[in-house]
């Protein structure tokens, strides 16, 4: 049995080996629980007794579909409003007003990745609001927020979330003038800041080509949980869309640095990272 849960060995390597090849994650044995868990709603729904059961379907009626769907239930859904206060003061103080200054147009495009239910790409929208009669006065800022899940997107589509979701991260004031309760007791996000964000289904191993180019890159706590060339080559698909001097930002506990040659830690702006120009290659190992 694959540890502290009842499926088979054969099952985790299975899925493990699905999760990888799709979405670039690496689930060590020890993680089987998690697993477990993450599967559990999708295994009761399509009627499996077991993950034993639904691995044995997928192997014997492969459905590229319904192998997505679990890459994409394994992905890490954590996430909560203003998770990293700092870096979003730092983006809409600092590096978003540079770019500013820098634009021509004063139209700005920040990429969000990986973002589960929505709440990082909100929580910037948020205190872009509060910020238009400042420093980005005059801006105009399309914020792009992308997932490989379309559970998750529907969720951040809608932008309502329950009283514990908001509970985490959000004061009274900014839930109050930024929230409207539902008849359900689930709050939900007002309509200049849902329109604010647009949300699209993206896999971070596969070009973001089509997304266009970037001032500001955000993705945090993603590539952390990916295989090593996995995450290099997820890493070199964001690097690609940053603009000219643009800022690739990851968690405070991640480093890109090593990643993909010519992406390097910023100068001028701590925990960013900018690519020199008409680089990207995956760096050697």
């Known amino acids: 049995m694959a540890a502290g849960t009842d499926m088979q060995d054969t099952t985790f390597n299975e899925i493990a080996d699905l999760a990888l090849r799709q979405t670039g994650q690496a689930f060590k044995s020890s993680k ?18 077991t993950l034993d059961d639904l691995a044995h379907c997928l192997k014997a009626r492969p459905n590229p579909r319904f ?3 679990i890459a994409a239930a394994l992905t890490s859904k954590l996430t909560r409003f203003f998770g990293d206060r700092d870096l979003i003061e730092r983006i809409v103080t600092h590096a978003l007003p540079e770019r500013l200054k820098q634009s021509t147009t004063g139209r700005l495009r920040v990429w969000c990745a990986g973002v589960a239910t929505g ?4 929580s910037l929208a948020i205190r872009l609001s509060e910020m238009a009669n400042t420093v980005l006065k005059g801006a105009e800022i399309e914020i792009v927020a992308t997932d490989i899940s379309t559970d998750c997107l529907e969720t951040a589509k809608h932008g309502s979330y329950g009283h514990f979701e908001v509970q985490k991260g959000l004061s009274i004031g900014r839930l109050l003038n930024n929230f409207t309760r539902e008849e359900t007791g689930n709050w939900q996000i007002n309509a200049p800041i849902r329109e604010a964000v647009s949300f699209r289904r993206h896999n971070l191993i596969e070009s973001a080509e089509a997304l266009g180019r970037f001032d500001i890159i955000i993705c945090r706590n993603v590539l952390s949980g990916m295989e090593p060339t996995m995450r290099a080559r997820a890493a070199r698909n964001l690097s690609q869309q940053l603009l000219p001097d643009a800022l690739m930002f990851g968690a405070a506990s991640e480093s890109l640095t090593g990643l993909v040659e010519g992406l390097n830690p910023s100068r001028d702006v701590r925990g960013a990272y900018t690519r020199n120009r008409n680089d990207g290659a995956i760096a050697a190992a």
């Open 119 to 122: 709440q990082e790409p909100y």
């Open 67 to 69: 192998e997505t769907e």
């Open 32 to 49: 089987a629980y998690l697993m477990e868990a993450r599967l559990g709603a999708i295994s009761r729904r399509e009627g499996f007794a």
